[in-house]
């Protein structure tokens, strides 16, 4: 069973397989370009470290909309967290990636962007809006 109104449909299923499958490869990815970062390593300006993020980011966000739209709307709280916290990892994770960012203020953003990224699966994983409360 699956999504707040108890979704058993088979699309909902590879939704979801396609949404955690985007997660693992968006979260990895940015740990890589994050340690390219750190290391001023010049692979981090390859095209396909340019475009490859967008397009994952475009599919898990799709699959997103597409499981919200089946199954979880109106947006409970735990939603409305995780939309709260990715606009957060977008921002500090935009920061932490820069090439302007002194690099005190990028481990900053860094160790920002990594509390939003806990907070968004662990906001999945509980249905929670606040994990640690
Ligand atoms: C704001 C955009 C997002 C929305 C609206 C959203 C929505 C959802 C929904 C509806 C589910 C399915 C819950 C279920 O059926 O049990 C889900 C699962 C999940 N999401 Fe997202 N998601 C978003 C972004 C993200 C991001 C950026 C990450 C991590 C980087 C993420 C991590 C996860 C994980 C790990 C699960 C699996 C939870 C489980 O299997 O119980 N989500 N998300």
Same mark, same amino acid.
């Given at each position: 069973?699956? @999504? %707040?109104? /108890?979704?058993?449909?088979?699309?909902?299923?590879?939704?979801?397989?396609?949404? #955690? @499958?985007?997660?693992?490869?968006? &979260?990895? @990815?940015?740990?890589?370009?994050?340690?390219?970062?750190?290391?001023?390593?010049?692979? &981090?300006? !390859? $095209?396909?470290?340019?475009?490859?993020?967008? #397009?994952?980011?475009?599919?898990? &966000?799709?699959?997103?909309?597409?499981? #919200?739209?089946? *199954?979880?709307?109106?947006?409970? +709280?735990?939603?409305?967290?995780?939309?709260? !916290?990715?606009? /957060?990892?977008? %921002?500090? @994770?935009?920061?932490?990636?820069?090439?302007?960012?002194?690099?005190?203020? $990028? $481990?900053?953003? &860094?160790?920002?962007?990594?509390?939003? *990224? !806990?907070?968004? #699966?662990?906001? !999945?994983?509980?249905?929670? +809006?606040?994990?640690?409360?």
């Amino acid at each position: 069973m699956y @999504g %707040g109104r /108890a979704v058993t449909s088979n699309a909902y299923q590879w939704l979801h397989a396609l949404h #955690v @499958g985007c997660v693992v490869l968006s &979260l990895s @990815g940015f740990a890589m370009r994050a340690t390219m970062r750190e290391f001023a390593s010049p692979r &981090l300006d !390859a $095209r396909a470290w340019r475009i490859l993020p967008h #397009v994952i980011d475009t599919v898990l &966000l799709a699959s997103a909309v597409a499981m #919200v739209w089946l *199954a979880w709307w109106p947006l409970p +709280a735990w939603i409305l967290a995780k939309i709260v !916290a990715l606009v /957060a990892y977008v %921002g500090f @994770g935009r920061i932490a990636l820069s090439h302007s960012t002194r690099p005190r203020e $990028r $481990r900053l953003a &860094l160790l920002a962007a990594v509390i939003a *990224a !806990a907070w968004i #699966v662990s906001a !999945a994983l509980t249905k929670s +809006a606040c994990p640690p409360c």
